[in-house]
Structure formats: C-alpha cells, structure tokens
T-cell receptor
Framework: DGGITQSPKYLFRKEGQNVTLSCEQN?????MYWYRQDPGQGLRLIYY???????QKGDIAEGYSVSREKKESFPLTVTSAQKNPTAFYLC????????????????FGEGSRLTVL | AQRVTQPEKLLSVFKGAPVELKCNYS??????LFWYVQYSRQRLQLLLR??SRESIKGFTADLNKGETSFHLKKPFAQEEDSAMYYC?????????FGQGTELSVKP
C-alpha cells in the first residue's frame, strides 16, 4: 500500500520528555512537511524539507526538531521546550517541480495524536 | 504576508440546499489556491485546485483576484459532503492553510 505512514497513531508523554514521531513515504516525493492541527486554528506548518539533508522552519518551529537523512523519512521530535505539545500532527509529502516549486498537491498521512500528561 | 482566512468555523445546511464555504487570501503575487477536504476518519486530501477549473463531487471554486477570494460552492448539498474543509495557498515551496470550516449537512 503506497503512501505516507505515520507512527505511532497515539502517543502519551510526560512533561519534560522528548518524543519522536515517525513519518515514512514510498511515493518517491522530494518534499516532506510536518503540520500541527488544532481545533479552530487549522493546519500550521512546523518544518518542511525539499531535499535530503536540508530542511526549513515553518511558522511554529520552536520546540520542535527534524532530520532528513533519507528521502523517504522525515521524523519529527517534539522536545520538552515545546510549551503546548498536545496536538494532532500531520505529515505530508509532495512532488517538487523542476524550478523548485511544489505542485500544491500534498499527500497526507493518517496523523499522530500526542497527549502530554 | 501570506495568509488564508476562512471566516466560518462551522456551516450547517440541510440536504439539497446550496453551500458556499468562504475563503479569502493575502498574497503578493500570482496565487495558486486549493481546497482540501477531510472526511470523518479519513486522511486530508486534495479536493480541487483553481488552475484546473474543474468540478469535483459537484463542488466548484472560482478565483476572484479583485476580492482576493476563492469560495467553494455546491448547488445542492448532500449528507456525504459533511466534512472539514480547508482552503490553502501555495507559497512556492510550502502550502499555507486556513483555519478550516466544518460543513454539516443535515437530512
């Protein structure tokens, strides 16, 4: 089954702990994204990556970190510095066009719900 | 600044009634706009994009540069249209989403 796979689906964390959310894709897409989805606030971009070993901060990167060591993988670490980490996290990927722009069509995973106890 | 605004958090209509989900944007350039939909227990997925000028599941959206709007319309709502709808703006390397509108179609 091709697409984006996020794991785990549900995760509980104690305050002060770091946690890493996994995102893997087999679509051979160059670009990958992490969004945070909160009720009433829509999707807010955390980090994105257009190419392996390179990534950029989105609008709400503070308290998060990412890596892009492989094309198919883009894990997100929610650190203890993130003040309000309880949320639904969505990973996505897209094709990058020759000029470096994206097509606008993102393919999303099923999401990971993180709850801080 | 690049921004997408969806003024309605919730839109509730009866089956067969017309639907219009509002979207306004702010972008200094030639915008590319999209509508995404998330049905219950399904992944967020692309519904339509303005450059295609297509109708998907009876929905259409016209880009109005003068009013900086990209409203989503359907003449006769169906119960299966109930979902969360997001308007999105392509900023070259990333997609900026609005706050989302929950559409509820009642029988």
């Amino acid at each position: 089954d091709g697409g984006i796979t996020q794991s785990p689906k549900y995760l509980f964390r104690k305050e002060g702990q770091n946690v890493t959310l996994s995102c893997e894709q087999n679509l051979n897409h160059d670009a990958m994204y992490w969004y945070r989805q909160d009720p009433g606030q829509g999707l807010r971009l955390i980090y994105y990556s257009q190419i392996v070993n390179d990534f950029q901060k989105g609008d709400i990167a503070e308290g998060y970190s990412v890596s892009r060591e492989k094309k198919e993988s883009f894990p997100l670490t929610v650190t203890s510095a993130q003040k309000n980490p309880t949320a639904f996290y969505l990973c996505a990927s897209s094709i990058v066009l020759a000029g470096g722009t994206n097509t606008g069509e993102l393919f999303f995973g099923e999401g990971s719900r993180l709850t801080v106890l | 600044a690049q921004r997408v605004t969806q003024p309605e958090k919730l839109l509730s209509v009866f089956k067969g009634a017309p639907v219009e989900l509002k979207c306004n944007y702010s972008y200094s350039g030639s915008p590319e706009l999209f509508w995404y939909v998330q049905y219950s227990r399904q992944r967020l997925q692309l519904l339509l994009r303005h450059i295609s000028r297509e109708s998907i599941k009876g929905f259409t959206a016209d880009l109005n540069k003068g009013e900086t709007s990209f409203h989503l319309k359907k003449p006769f709502a169906q119960e299966e249209d109930s979902a969360m709808y997001y308007c999105a703006l392509s900023g070259a390397t990333k997609l900026i989403f609005g706050q989302g509108t929950e559409l509820s179609v009642k029988p």
